[in-house]
């Protein structure tokens, strides 16, 4: 039998997914397609790694090891949903709730001393940041957005801020000191086995990693953030906010990057609060208290100190005195710098392009504002873009063009920052690489809290992606552009490699091109306020970067988004959009029963999905499933029955019945399988008979607040309740299951 894997993931996409998924498991049962569930969430995450700790009936497999594994099978079918990129707050915060519910979990122990406390924290760690999709992820992207929704878009176009030429907004980074500057990259000429030491300035040595075993061909970088050169640019940073009257904002990635950019999150907060520190750092940074886990983090925690308010007032005074600060939550006072995980890169910078340049200040207002981007390999693509609006003002999405991405990712192609070879230096020194014969690949000299950090892209996954672009491009008919770019060590040594794959292409007839990450970003957006459209193929970061900003900018949502990963084995795994802004979601449900998370990208998935059952098991019935379902889903981008954000009118539930009744009534009417037709038939006439009732339903339902049981970890009877509210609605689907 087919099967499909549909992920149990967090927030509000797995409260989506109380409410759709019986639906997708009874139609795709009429094709004899089996659904199941596997619990890739940050709570199942944590549970699988302590068995030890839990009793018999407690204990979960590990659900992500598992995927990993059969996302390197042709059998491999599997629906990614967003999870949680776990900061330390959201962990401990996950943690203490399942400590809660009777799971003896150990405390996360921030400096672990003993080898107890070591083995738990490695446990955690595995859990934290980017962890799911480097497993999952043995395929390159293709991410675009389906016809149908850039239809939709262009004939209802979302809201754009308009833009000034005397706007005060821009992008601050850093232009020496940096990851992009201190660079160096190696071709591995030989499959060998590496190691990354630190040679001290006392001639001892530490061996940071050992045993990283490589592949012949395989490209591997070095390169660092300088502390110091960190700091100082941080600290003009704040002054140039104050001096220009423009919101403080600091945009890193605390998630993915889950070993550098908290680091870097923590200098930020020390050099706008230079002050407080200079004056109480020994006190502050002895309780551990450095601000890598966010001001919100130190504030909470002065309470164990004996002039904990003291210090506290020096911290409200300074938040007083110095520059405004860019605000997540105006109305509870949470700022930029409160939490690491609320501000990230590639959904908070197009996010506030969208909104005229602007973010919210402490009086919930708009303001101009310096985005301080401090690593500089990223942050042109979006002063680029700021420029360009502030010339030409703001995009026309019923107008503009697209930019859809083919991403390297396979076998965690450039995962910077987010694994195990990632060091804060502890010493003044020399990092090496050295190979299995003793030879010294890469060095850089370093001081005491510089950030040094490695990368692996192997060859085969290069060769994919390559691969990958000249078919979008040749099935699509438009420009392709590398995004490589000349001043970075990788970047070089890419495009020696793409230069060689291309040549055993035929590109005859193809408009392919290799750029610099900002001459991409001009040309593509001259083409897009052309209407033109460009196909961005790019490495992993501006991968993840870009599948934010373009469809943000063109369709209001990264979310609707069709994001395909043919896997290099042949499986293939469908992914379902970003996830940003599902916490907000989620209180909204807590407060007023009603979930405005938009599944469409759940179903661009399915369709996606079933048509690999189609093309790859000989089912064409699978195929007549995806078909009515795309033809469903634009009938509801159509007829305006997405969610809305207000209480009282349709949510997600609502989208989903109606999504339902649609494509029963595709499938009923279609002609290519009777079979289907003759099934779907009756349930296409009760949906219709009981629709009026089904729908009004939904909508009284909201309103008051909603007991989820959790946040992490939801208590299952209640979130049924809660998701599946109308008997009618569900009759008919659980006798379409039998």
């Known amino acids: 039998m087919a099967k499909i894997i549909w992920t149990r993931t967090d927030e509000a996409p797995l409260l989506a997914t109380y409410s759709l ?57 599997i629906i990614k949903l967003p999870n949680i990129s776990a900061s330390v707050p959201q962990l401990k915060a996950a943690i203490a709730e399942l400590q809660a519910q009777g799971f003896a979990l150990p405390e996360y122990p921030d400096a672990p001393s003993t080898d107890e406390e070591k ?47 005397d706007s005060k907004t821009n992008v601050a980074t850093m232009t020496a000191g940096d990851f992009r500057h201190n660079e160096k990259s190696v ?61 403080f904002s600091a945009h890193l990635k605390a998630t993915m990057m889950k070993v550098s950019d908290p680091i870097m999150f923590g200098h930020v907060v020390r050099a706008f609060f230079d002050e407080t520190f200079a004056k109480y750092g020994e006190e502050l940074l002895a309780a551990g208290l450095n601000g890598e886990n966010g001001l919100g983090a130190i504030l909470a925690g002065l309470g164990s100190l004996a002039n904990g308010e003291e210090i506290k007032a020096s911290f409200e005074k300074e938040l007083a005195d110095g520059p405004a600060v860019a605000m997540v939550n105006s109305d509870k006072g949470i700022t930029n710098l409160h939490v690491p995980s609320d501000v990230i890169v590639d959904a908070s910078m197009p996010a506030m392009i969208r909104t005229s340049g602007h973010m919210w200040n402490a009086a919930g207002e708009e303001q101009d504002t310096l985005a301080v981007l401090p690593d500089s390999s990223y942050a042109g693509i979006y002063q680029v873009v700021i420029d360009d609006c502030k010339a030409n003002g703001a995009f026309d999405p019923a107008t503009m063009g697209t930019v859809p991405n083919v991403g390297l990712m396979a076998q965690k192609a450039e995962e910077y920052g987010s694994h195990d070879k990632t060091f804060k230096i502890p010493a003044d020194g020399t990092v090496q690489v050295v190979n299995s014969a003793g030879e010294v690949l890469i060095e850089h000299n370093v001081e005491a809290g510089d950030i040094w950090r490695a990368c692996q892209t192997k060859d085969a996954p290069i060769q994919d992606w ?45 408009d392919i091109e290799i750029m610099s990450p900002v001459e991409a970003t001009k040309v593509s957006i001259e083409r897009i306020r052309r209407g033109e459209d460009t196909i961005s193929v790019t490495g992993n970061v501006l991968r993840d970067y870009n599948t934010d900003l373009f469809p943000i900018l063109e369709l209001g949502t990264s979310a609707k988004m069709l994001s395909i990963v043919p896997l290099m084995a042949g499986g293939g795994l469908f992914e379902t959009g970003a996830g940003g802004s599902a916490p907000k979601h989620v209180q909204q449900v807590q407060a007023e029963n009603h979930l405005r998370w938009d599944s469409l990208g759940e179903f661009l998935a399915l369709a996606e999905s079933l048509r690999h059952i189609a093309n790859t098991e000989d089912a064409p019935s699978a195929a007549v499933l995806a078909d009515a379902l795309d033809a469903a889903t634009e009938r509801l981008l159509d007829e305006n029955l997405s969610p809305s954000r207000k209480v009282g009118e349709i949510d997600n539930r609502g989208s989903h019945f109606f999504l339902t009744k649609f494509w029963a009534e595709e499938l009923a009417k279609q002609t290519t399988d009777a ?43 209640k979130v049924t309740a809660i998701m599946r509210p109308v008997a009618a609605f569900n009759e008919i689907i659980d006798e379409l299951k039998k």
């Open 119 to 165: 083995d738990v924290r490695a446990r955690y760690d595995s859990v934290k940041g980017s962890a799911v999709n480097p497993v999952l992820r043995e395929g390159n992207s293709d991410r675009r957005a389906p016809i149908a929704v850039k239809n939709f878009a262009k004939k209802n176009p979302h809201r754009m801020g308009a833009w000034s030429a």
């Open 187 to 247: 071709i591995m000429p030989a499959a060998d086995t590496l190691t990354f030491k630190l040679v001290k300035a006392d001639g001892s040595e530490e061996i940071l990693k050992d045993g990283l075993k490589v592949l012949e061909g395989e490209v591997i970088d070095g390169t660092y953030m300088s502390a110091k050169a960190l700091d100082a640019f941080l600290a003009e940073q704040v002054k140039r906010a104050a001096d220009e009257g423009v919101l």
């Open 675 to 717: 079979a289907l037709a003759e099934v779907f038939a009756p349930v296409a006439a009760a949906l219709e008979e009981k629709s009026d009732e089904i729908a009004a339903g939904l909508i009284s339902n909201q309103g008051a607040p909603a007991d989820l049981g959790g946040y992490y970890a939801p208590n299952e009877e």
């Open 466 to 510: 390559v691969k990958l672009a000249v078919n979008r491009a040749r099935l699509s008919g438009m420009k392709a552009i590398f995004w490589l770019d000349p001043e970075r060590g990788h970047d070089r040594n890419i495009k020696s490699l793409v230069e060689k794959y291309l040549a055993d292409h035929d590109t005859t007839g193809l």
């Open 21 to 77: 998924k019986p639906v997708v498991e009874a139609f795709a049962s009429t094709a004899g397609i089996e659904v199941e569930t596997r619990d890739i969430s940050l709570a199942g995450r944590i549970l699988s790694q302590f068995p030890d700790y839990l009793s018999d009936e407690q204990k979960v497999d590990d659900a992500l090891a598992e995927l990993g594994q059969l996302a390197k099978t042709p059998e491999a079918n």
